[in-house]
């Protein structure tokens, strides 16, 4: 009888650390749109007009990072719509605390959200932001941001590229420098690492062959791939000048990926989509074609175990 209570007691103890190993952290998509968001303002075309009348809008991409048992939540990326976005995160961690954001480059979607954390809004006292070099400094030395940090609203943690930061026991991330557009910092993607699983966050880069790395060679190494879909192809802003806002077209990405393992494209998953993006749309055929090919968009809400 004895032998049968300890061996009821050790049992259920490896089903509860089990169970606390598969829980330990998370991912959760917040946003989906480019920077502008969607519908995009001045946009009176047929891809925003039925959402402007029905109110329907889609967050700036953004994710969240949740550790369920440090009881924390991160940002990477401070979006403009960082404040539905806090929401959505205390939803899925109502006990959790902020515990820092982490920037991607100096580019309106991404980091515009940090406002809100200053005394017109939430008043936070010392929030963790890490950003890297040329994206601190731009922080530090630039008005309303220099205010954020003077008032102690938020506090700079400088990360070096290819350099593993710790946000939690269970969380860390390491920022890859990508080509981008870089007016007034950096740009960088992040390799999230949970306790179980990996992911690759990359919203913005200017085309894959402009990359001394290899993005296949990331992808085949992480569990998820959120990867730069802004445009689907090269005719849906003709009243634009694409070579000022180069991204790797998804038609350009389906192709060089075509030679990836189904495991692998399993994993892809096409975030920051611009208003003109037929991706935005769950029920658009080319939307289902792609899934249909092993491929995935990224949905607002959807959580990943890591």
Request: hydrophobic residues 40%; proline residues 4%; glycine residues 6%.
């Amino acid at each position: 009888m004895f032998a049968k209570k300890v061996f009821l007691i050790f049992f259920l103890f490896t089903c509860y650390k089990i169970q606390a190993q598969n829980n330990s952290s998370s991912l959760v998509i917040l946003g989906i749109a480019q920077d502008g968001g969607s519908p995009q303002m001045g946009c009176d075309k047929s891809c925003c007009i039925t959402l402007w009348e029905n109110n329907l809008f889609e967050n700036v991409t953004s994710i969240g990072l949740i550790d369920n048992i440090e009881n924390r939540f991160f940002f990477i990326d401070a979006s403009p719509d960082i404040t539905k976005q806090y929401k959505m995160l205390k939803s899925y961690a109502s006990n959790a605390t902020l515990g820092g954001i982490a920037l991607t480059h100096a580019h309106i979607g991404h980091y515009s959200g940090l406002l809100f954390f200053g005394k017109e809004s939430l008043g936070a006292k010392n929030i963790n932001v890490f950003s890297m070099p040329k994206m601190s400094l731009f922080l530090e030395n630039n008005g309303p941001w220099s205010q954020l940090i003077q008032e102690g609203n938020i506090q700079i943690n400088k990360l070096k590229n290819d350099s593993i930061q710790t946000l939690s026991k269970y969380i860390s991330i390491k920022p890859i420098l990508v080509p981008h557009r870089d007016e007034f910092s950096e740009t960088v993607g992040y390799l999230i690492k949970g306790e179980l699983k990996s992911a690759l966050f990359l919203p913005d880069i200017d085309k894959w062959e402009k990359w001394d790395n290899k993005v296949e060679d990331f992808i085949e190494n992480v569990d998820f791939a959120f990867i730069d879909g802004t445009f689907y192809n090269g005719n849906e802003i003709p009243h634009r000048n694409i070579d000022e806002i180069p991204h790797p077209f998804v038609v350009e990405t389906l192709e060089r990926f075509k030679k990836l393992k189904k495991r692998d494209k399993k994993k892809v998953y096409f975030i920051h989509l611009n208003h003109t993006n037929p991706l935005l749309k769950p029920d658009n055929r080319i939307t289902k074609e792609i899934i249909k090919r092993g491929y995935n968009i990224a949905r607002t809400g959807m959580k990943f175990e890591l």
